[in-house]
């Protein structure tokens, strides 16, 4: 190294010191095992739960699913053989069993028909799914308000669903299993169709389903062509049926149709206008039906019987509604008026047919609906001398004849002695006389020239008469027992010539459609035409001349007998004319005294107004 250089050190600059160097980003910490137990906590809780919800809630719903009917298709109705009598016009008189009409379309039916079912029991039918939370909360609201059940929350669906596929019981199970059915039905089945089913198989009293039954029943007419008024009618029934259907309750279901007018307002189906138009027209038809009952009940006796088998039977009666009216206006007129006046309570009037025996009206008495005992059918009575025809028959079959005389003076009989009333004796009558002023003494003579009184029960029993007699004299004033049908009966044999009639009710037949024979008893000859004939002269003087003039019908052969019971407990009259033979009786059920009331009075005059009213 040069000497220059060799004193001299070489100084070195430090090296620039190194930046600080950034410490690197700490890494999260690992949580701790009690950490993550805590975070799992609180998801695992509301997961489980959720799990065993849904599995409760499965086996819940499988539980209430697992006796539910199958509803793949529609059951078929189940019901009893319908059973339905039309009178003699085709008019309906009565039903039995479960009435079905014909099945309706939606279509062809009036739109203010399921406009009303819906504004009263589901106005929400077209938009719910088969449930309506908004109906239930509406309903459970109002029912706690009222602090009992008033109203429901079901909705059609429901009770369509209850209707086809459960029980009437009320309880949480069947409300669940309602509510699965309804849901099914709704996603099964369009509104229109559920409607459809609704109003064919809906229940709606008096033994009838379906809105076309129930239409024919309560108005006489199909479902296509109800008016406003009665679809209103039809709508309300559901609510209670057996309550508030016209049959049951006339009054209720007018006022319930009410109701249903105003819903239809509030759910602007109709207009106020309409509603108060509709009010104005609501009239049921007049109760014909109600007071033919007893007709409509004698006339389906022992059908089973009569029609085997289980097919619907529709029957033709023999009964003319026109005249079954007029008889029913005049029994109550006479029984409001001179019949109250006098004690009179009850009545019961027959018109048959002499030729045949059909009966073309029947009052078995004063009010069906009060009482439904038949006074002409079922009711034994005293029938006073209206019983001397059936004797003095036998006594023309025994060779008397009308001009023969007989004595009517006083007659002791073993202490017992015959009253004449106010006849005052003559010594010597003839037949005719005897029987037009139905004089007793005389009558009684002319029973034992008939044979007496076994002759006289045995001409009762081959003219149809069938009662209880006594075997002795006082047979001859008519202390027997009969009915009012019975005693009619057994003089159309006298009306017609000598024939026995059996009385029916029914005139035609048909089962599942098919015409069906109807078993009747020909009239058959128990008696010459020639003594028939010459007693009913007989009972024309009666009517001319006698005891029943009150029953003359000008420019009309009439005949007939009166007759009247101790202290007026019982009065008849029994008359023909025009081929008809119109039975009457008049008394109380307690067989309480008139005042005064004879066959010649009040029955008498009964016979008249209503032989007046014969076509």
Do not use: C
């Not at 709704?186 to 809105?211: C, H, P, T, W």
């Amino acid at each position: 190294m040069p000497p220059a250089q060799a004193g001299r050190t070489r100084s070195r600059r430090p090296p620039p010191p190194a930046p600080p160097s950034r410490p690197a980003p700490a890494s999260p910490p690992a949580p701790s095992r009690a950490a993550r137990r805590s975070g799992w906590h609180w998801l695992r809780w509301p997961l489980l739960i959720a799990i065993w919800g849904a599995v409760a809630l499965a086996l819940l719903l499988l539980v209430f699913a697992w006796d539910l009917p199958r509803p793949d298709s529609l059951p078929a109705a189940t019901r009893r053989p319908s059973v339905t009598l039309l009178a003699a016009d085709g008019t309906m008189l009565a039903t039995q069993g479960d009435l079905y009409g014909e099945v309706v379309r939606l279509r062809d039916l009036p739109a203010h028909l399921p406009a009303a079912l819906m504004a009263v029991e589901d106005r929400r039918f077209r938009s719910h799914f088969g449930i309506d939370p908004w109906g239930m909360a509406r309903a459970a609201l109002a029912n706690w308000r009222a602090g009992e059940v008033v109203q429901g929350g079901s909705t059609l669906t429901q009770q369509l669903a209850k209707n086809l596929f459960l029980t009437p019981e009320r309880n949480f199970r069947r409300k669940v299993q309602e509510a699965l059915l309804a849901l099914w039905l709704e996603r099964r089945f369009s509104k229109d169709q559920l409607m459809e089913i609704y109003l064919n198989r809906v229940y709606l009293g008096a033994g009838a389903y379906g809105v076309d039954a129930a239409a024919r029943l309560f108005f006489g007419l199909p479902a296509r062509r109800l008016q406003l008024w009665q679809s209103a009618l039809l709508a309300g029934l559901p609510k209670a049926p057996s309550r508030l259907n016209p049959r049951a309750s006339p009054d209720l279901a007018v006022a319930r149709a009410s109701e249903v007018l105003e819903a239809m307002v509030v759910n602007r189906a109709i207009t106020q206008a309409q509603m108060e138009a509709e009010l104005g027209r609501m009239r049921l038809p007049s109760p014909r039906a109600g007071q033919a009952g007893w007709f409509a009940d004698w006339a389906l006796e022992d059908l089973a019987e009569a029609f085997p088998g289980n097919a619907d039977l529709v029957l033709r009666a023999t009964l003319d509604t026109r005249l079954q009216a007029a008889v029913e206006a005049r029994l109550e007129a006479l029984l409001a008026g001179p019949g109250a006046r006098a004690g009179v309570t009850q009545g019961a009037v027959v018109v048959l047919e002499a030729s045949s025996g059909a009966v073309r009206a029947m009052a078995g008495g004063r009010d069906y609906r009060a009482s439904q005992f038949n006074r002409a059918t079922t009711a034994r009575r005293q029938p006073g001398s209206a019983f001397k025809p059936v004797f003095f028959l036998a006594a023309l079959e025994a060779g008397m004849r009308p001009d023969d005389e007989v004595s009517d003076a006083p007659l002791n009989l073993g202490g017992w002695s015959p009253g004449n009333g106010t006849w005052r004796p003559r010594g010597e009558i003839t037949l005719e006389e005897a029987l037009a002023h139905s004089v007793n003494t005389a009558a009684v003579r002319v029973l034992y020239r008939a044979g007496g009184p076994r002759v006289a029960m045995e001409m009762a029993a081959r003219l149809g008469i069938e009662g209880r007699f006594p075997n002795d004299a006082s047979l001859a004033l008519g202390t027997g027992e009969v009915t009012l049908l019975d005693l009619v009966a057994g003089y159309a044999a006298i009306a017609n010539g000598g024939l026995r009639v059996a009385p029916f009710g029914i005139a035609g037949a048909s089962a599942g459609g098919r015409p069906q024979p109807v078993r009747r008893t020909p009239p058959r000859r128990v008696v010459a035409a020639e003594q028939a004939g010459t007693l009913r002269r007989m009972l024309e003087a009666v009517v001319a001349r006698g005891s029943g003039r009150a029953a003359a019908l000008p420019g009309r052969a009439v005949a007939g007998k009166t007759g009247t019971t101790q202290d007026s407990r019982d009065a008849w009259f029994i008359g023909m004319v025009g081929g008809q033979v119109i039975g009457v009786w008049l008394g109380n059920d307690d067989a309480r005294p008139m005042d005064d009331v004879r066959g010649g009075t009040l029955p008498a005059r009964l016979f008249r107004e209503v032989a007046e009213a014969l076509p």
